[in-house]
């Protein structure tokens, strides 16, 4: 997939998961149900992970290089990188208190879901500058799934 089409991808799969979330009834949206986060806090995890993708993308290629290495095998497709997130989730993984969302209510979602926005735009104009080879041959770091590349991430 080219910088572009995961550009056009990122808008329209964030797109929807804001819209299904809206969709939700009042109160639904807010509510941790069985000690899971409710569809609020999962917006605001997702929030979290774009800001500091952005802040990765952000960085000068040489520091990327030079702070995470590069790759020591072929890049993963979307469909084994959900496989191996599955598994790490499986076998317990937990994000950690970093990326855990605080409660977020009503009132804040509104805000919430125009920083994901904002974010979303960021990153896909941010990735769309990226070339395919670039994209495969930089790291960046993953709290559960561990160093992936710039087009993995």
């Given at each position: 997939m080219t910088g572009q089409a995961i550009a056009?991808?990122?808008r329209a799969t964030h797109d929807a998961l804001i819209g299904a979330v809206t969709a939700l009834p009042e109160g639904v949206r807010t509510a941790p149900a069985n000690g899971k986060w409710s569809p609020a806090q999962h917006l605001e995890h997702i929030r979290i992970g774009l800001a500091l993708t952005n802040k990765a993308l952000g960085l000068p290629p040489i520091l990327l290089r030079w702070r995470f290495g590069r790759p020591?095998?072929?890049g993963r497709d979307y469909d084994a990188l959900?496989?191996?997130y599955r598994e790490k989730l499986s076998a317990?993984?937990?994000a950690p208190s970093r990326f855990v969302p605080k409660q977020v209510d009503e009132n804040g979602l509104t805000d919430l879901q125009a920083a994901i926005t904002e974010h979303v735009e960021i990153l896909?104009?941010?990735?769309a500058r990226w070339s395919d080879r670039r994209m495969d041959?930089?790291?960046v770091p993953h709290p559960l799934l561990g160093k992936l590349t710039?087009?993995?991430l």
């Open positions: 056009e991808r990122l020591n095998r072929p959900v496989a191996r317990g993984g937990r896909a104009r941010r990735s041959s930089y790291l710039l087009r993995e």
